[in-house]
């Protein structure tokens, strides 16, 4: 396992409940992100942090709402999810989220089933 | 056109055999490229990271990088079952441009003995 943790690993959840998904990186990364990552496609940027401020936010629906109170922690809110929003979400930090390029490290993802 | 364009496969290639894994890209301005493996169940985990244009080798895995041509590939020499995997390339431009990689999505490998 990489030093980004995730959980719950697993989570299965009707479309009026309200979870969260958590990340915690032990890397002293400055930058955060959440991915979503669905069969037959590509990583699909979601949420960036970068010294615990949001720098970017790729369109995502308002029912996915990002929270980092400091740069070693991550969530990620979810309620009235759809059917279509299953998928593995994926969460990764890096050095310093800016300047060159960035390697990041990935945690194991949570796999989130709305039903 | 897709910003990164990778096969999805599968590819599935007999023990021992030399395996190549290609990404075609259309922004010119992308300096850095990286290469992640994914096992199923599992985060992406970094496995190649090369600067520019030229080659990179790190035991079996071989990066290249033609910027000329925007392809990138990578060779897995000697391919076992363990590297039975999803590989996806990703690619950024760093230094004043966007420092966040453009993923494409994924080449699933199986290797089979």
Known sequence: ETGVTQTPRHLVMGMTNKKSLKCEQHLGHN???????SAKKPLELMFVYSLEERVENNSVPSRFSPECPNSSHLFLHLHTLQPEDSALYLCASSQS???GSETQYFGPGTRLLVL | QKEVEQDPGPLSVPEG???????????????????YRQYSR??????MYTYS????????????????????????????????????????????????????????LIVHP
Do not use: H
Not at chain 2, 42 to 47: I, S
Not at chain 2, 70 to 93: G, H, N, V, W
């Open chain 2, 42 to 47: 599992k985060g992406p985990e970094l496995l």
């Open chain 2, 17 to 35: 055999a030399i395996v190549s894994l290609n990404c075609t890209y259309s922004n010119s301005a992308f300096q850095y490229f990286m290469w």
């Open chain 1, 97 to 99: 989220g800016g300047g």
């Open chain 2, 53 to 108: 244009s030229g080659n990179k080798e790190d035991g079996r895995f071989t990066a290249q990088v033609d910027k000329s041509s925007k392809y990138i590939s990578l060779f897995i020499r000697d391919s076992q079952p363990s590297d039975s995997a999803t590989y996806l390339c990703a690619m950024s431009e760093g230094g004043g441009g966007s420092y966040i990689p453009t993923f494409g999505r994924g080449t699933s």
């Open chain 1, 31 to 37: 930058a955060m992100y959440w991915y979503k990552q």
